[in-house]
């Protein structure tokens, strides 16, 4: 059943800056929002270098060589609500695992592999085309 959410303005500018991310990983998305019982953010997409240099000093990120880059990577980040109806982000595990549900049942239905960064056990928030398929 469809989950009612709808994106943020800017998680849609951050699916479209500096190209935009690969339609495919827009498509996975797009669902992935569809299907989670948890709203969520998308808080980064298509990154320049000098922005990735920035994410590497500031130790939000440990690779020069990020499939952000290409557009072949987003971050994303829960939206559940607090205090009644009051919104907030978070990045706790149980939500942000809900979210990353979404993604991998949204890459199966659309036939589109991803990795998830919470598989990795130190990036929750990172979802990618899968390297093998989808090639920078």
Aim: hydrophobic residues 35%; proline residues 4%.
């Amino acid at each position: 059943m469809p989950s009612g959410f709808k994106w943020s303005k800017r998680s849609l500018t951050e699916m479209t800056n500096h190209g935009g991310i690969h339609k495919d990983l827009r498509k996975v998305t797009d669902l992935a929002l569809q299907l989670s019982p948890i709203d969520f953010i998308i808080t980064d997409g298509r990154r320049t270098l000098a922005e990735q240099r920035k994410h590497v000093a500031n130790g939000a990120s440990k690779t020069l060589k990020s499939r952000h880059l290409t557009g072949h990577a987003v971050d994303f980040v829960a939206y559940v609500k607090v205090d009644g109806n009051k919104k907030k982000v978070s990045y706790k595990e149980q939500y942000m695992r809900q979210v990353a549900d979404a993604f991998s049942a949204a890459a199966k239905q659309l036939g589109i592999p991803i990795t998830r960064g919470i598989d990795w056990g130190w990036d929750s928030p990172h979802i990618e085309l899968s390297k093998k398929a989808y090639p920078a």
